[in-house]
């Protein structure tokens, strides 16, 4: 299947810096990926859509200013948490839209646990 | 509001036992439904489902789709410790809704 690499897969940030994570397909041009956060037994909450080339789609409730997201080629998309609280600590997850044959599938990255002190 | 319902939210079983898993839908823009594994990191793909009543199988899971009453199933059998995992079901296009998980616990 395709590969999608996120980097760092672990960051611990002081309280008001800010944490850039990187989302890779390896294998594969995702003109799409989605950026996830997932809190303890939950399950994963869409914060955005990344599309090549232009602006992010923010769900609701997802503050752009803080979620800052780029999708600068159509291998790699980065989310910057910009001011970073405790309460932005959280497993996040990217995941690529491959589509290919009439198939469309997502593939996830292995996500990256943010913590902040 | 797209609406993705599993169930059940967890069940513990024993090795050698067979699980089903639920999930319904209601969606705006459907094209495939995903079945996930998760265990300790992200999800893993499993399944894509995109037509009615075409089972489709990994060893021993299997999962099939019924877009008429817009739900699928996820089934192991034989189950081992192995397939203790949340499993996940995504709905959608290219924006997909998640439910909250199946939690599975395989017992020896």
């Known amino acids: 299947g395709a590969v999608v690499s996120q980097h760092p897969s672990r960051v611990i940030c002081k309280s008001g810096t800010s944490v850039k994570i990187e989302c890779r397909s390896l294998?594969?041009?995702?003109?799409?990926m989605f950026w996830y956060r997932q809190f303890p037994k939950q399950s994963l909450m869409l914060m955005a859509t990344?599309?090549?080339?232009?602006?992010?789609?923010?769900e609701q409730g997802v503050e752009k200013d803080k979620f800052l997201i780029n999708h600068a080629s159509l291998t790699l998309s980065t989310l910057t948490v910009t001011s970073a609280h405790p309460e932005d600590s959280s497993f996040y997850i990217c995941?690529?839209?491959?589509?290919?044959?009439?198939?469309?599938?997502?593939?996830f990255g292995p996500g990256t646990r943010l913590t902040v002190t | 509001e797209d609406k993705v319902v599993q169930s059940p939210l967890s069940l513990v079983v024993h090795e050698g036992d067979t699980v089903t898993l639920n999930c319904s839908y209601e969606?705006?823009?459907?094209?495939?439904l995903l079945w996930y594994k998760q265990e300790k990191k992200a999800p893993t793909f499993l399944f894509m489902l995109?037509?009615?009543?075409i089972e489709k199988k990994s060893g021993r899971l299997s999962s099939i789709l019924d877009k008429k009453e817009l739900f699928s199933i996820l089934n192991i059998t034989a189950t081992q410790t192995g397939d203790s995992a949340i499993y996940l079901c995504?709905?959608?296009?290219?924006?997909?809704?998640f439910g909250k998980g199946n939690q599975v616990v395989v017992i020896p």
């Open positions: 995941s690529a839209h491959h589509a290919g044959e009439g198939r469309v599938e997502q593939y």
């Open positions: 294998d594969f041009q995702a003109t799409t």
């Open positions: 990344s599309n090549e080339g232009s602006k992010a789609t923010y």
């Open positions: 969606v705006t823009n459907f094209r495939s």
């Open positions: 995109t037509s009615s009543g």
């Open positions: 995504a709905v959608g296009n290219n924006r997909l809704a």
